[in-house]
């Protein structure tokens, strides 16, 4: 048995193929999904005596109370001050490429007159506190902290609440350097459906947010999904795709690695290789089986090569192109001499990946852009998270006197053909000729 499917898009059988590689069940877990409810309801009835008694039961770790699960600004300084050099150094690079990339999203207040004297516009604002989930305990993502952080703080955010858990009392010294560099205001070592419900319905210790950021494990996800509408929350991600188009001017094993990259996540990652070069799809394949016995997730990347990956033969660049806006990836990577050609006919993707020394692992930690990002075909109508998504737009209206008299004809007009008279009367109160003589000096 092969270690990755060949599909070739000239054969009969292909679109039934593709659909089938695509095809990924997104449905709730049930199990998951009620347990998730059961938490969330007790936490809003209970508030930090939950968050306690859910943090024994599921991390091992038991607290008199939740100043206990606090960590205080003198710890989140100290991780960053131990930390090593390098890696420090690593840390402070990424994040301000990260913070340079996301000043150039912010949005802003703008107004316009018309000729009457009309106003109108749109005011930009912060939103007030957000929370941020990153895994913790052995896990560590400081990459995503910061990716969550930072643009909720170019964004202007007044507070950002971090919640991390530490499984058995194991905190991650660099996920707490992270939240020093980024600014964190309050941090608590908590997580799974507990955390997000905190957030949520607010504790005696933990205030409501509006908005809730950040990965995590299934129970996060379905908490999550439940609590939306009580806040914001920045999207359901589904697993780690990569989609490389490429022209066989990239060496092979760098391609091969890049497929690695995504398929190590877990699984049910994907990644697939579009190239119009079968000799290439070849040195592609040899690359995957040589280097795949030197990679310490090799079991994992060997069961998602097998599930959901492959490398298609298409008939051109063009049809490449075509198939990446039907597949609408997470990554995609435009591993060609010429990737300017090509952009304009890409529609469908979360981040693009521009020439072959462009690789997806750049994006995942140090490049600027997010890499919060679609997945699932979500790319055909949601975008990366951004300084955006922590802000909120308000429409102003201010309308003259001569205005009121021209745009109350017509909302008059609309309003009686509605059925909706007072909607109608407010408009025509305003028109001079309805007022009496006191109320137009």
Excluded at 14 to 25: H, I, S, V
Excluded at 96 to 124: K, N
Aim: aromatic share 4%; net charge negative.
């Amino acid at each position: 048995m092969s270690l990755i499917r060949r599909l070739v898009a000239a054969a009969p059988d292909f679109p039934a193929a593709l659909d089938a590689l695509l095809r990924f069940d997104t449905d709730d877990d049930s199990t998951v999904d009620q347990a998730a409810a059961a938490i969330l309801a007790d936490v809003k009835v209970r508030g930090d005596a939950a968050v306690l008694e859910y943090t024994e039961r599921f991390d091992q770790v038991r607290a008199g109370s939740m100043a206990e699960l606090e960590i205080l600004q003198p710890e989140l300084a100290q991780a960053l001050a131990s930390l090593p050099a390098v890696q420090r150094a690593a840390l402070e690079t990424a994040a301000a490429r990260i913070q340079a990339y996301h000043e150039h999203q912010r949005l802003v207040s703008w107004r316009y007159s018309e000729s009457d004297g009309t106003e109108l516009g749109q005011q930009v604002t912060a939103l007030e506190r957000v929370g941020l989930y990153v895994p913790g305990g052995k896990a560590a993502y400081p990459s995503s902290l910061l990716m969550n952080a930072l643009p909720a703080r170019v964004a202007g955010v007044a507070e950002i609440v971090l919640v991390s858990p530490s499984p058995r009392g194991i905190r991650n010294p660099l996920v707490l350097a992270a939240a020093a560099l980024a600014g964190v205001d309050r941090v608590f070592a908590i997580g799974g459906a507990q955390a997000v419900g905190a957030l949520a319905y607010g504790t005696r210790s933990i205030p409501a947010v509006d908005k809730i950021v950040g990965p995590g494990n299934a129970y996060v996800a379905a908490a999550k999904r439940r609590v939306f509408g009580v806040v914001g929350i920045d999207m359901i991600a589904g697993p780690s795709e990569i989609l490389v188009i490429a022209d066989a001017s990239t060496d092979p094993d760098w391609v091969a690695m890049d497929l690695f990259s995504q398929a190590e996540h877990d699984e049910v990652s994907q990644a697939i290789l579009l190239c119009p070069d079968r000799a290439y799809l070849d040195a592609v394949e040899e690359a995957l089986v040589r280097r795949l016995p030197t990679l310490p997730r090799q079991e994992i990347i060997r069961a998602s090569l097998a599930n959901r990956c492959a490398l298609i033969e298409v008939g051109s660049l063009g049809q490449a192109c075509e198939l990446a806006n039907r597949i609408a990836p997470e990554h995609l990577e435009l591993s060609v001499l010429d990737p300017e050609a090509l952009l304009p006919q890409i529609h469908n993707a979360g981040a693009i990946f521009m020439g072959a020394y462009s690789s997806e692992a750049l994006g995942d930690y140090c490049a600027g852009p997010n890499h919060v990002l679609p997945t699932a075909r979500t790319a055909r109508f949601s975008s990366p998270l951004g300084v955006y998504d922590f802000q909120k737009r308000s429409s102003i209206i201010k309308v003259s006197r001569a205005g009121a008299q021209t745009m109350g004809r017509v909302a008059r007009e609309l309003a009686m053909g509605e059925g909706l008279a007072a909607h109608a009367g407010s408009a025509a109160l305003r028109l001079e000729e309805s007022a009496p003589p006191a109320a137009r000096l």
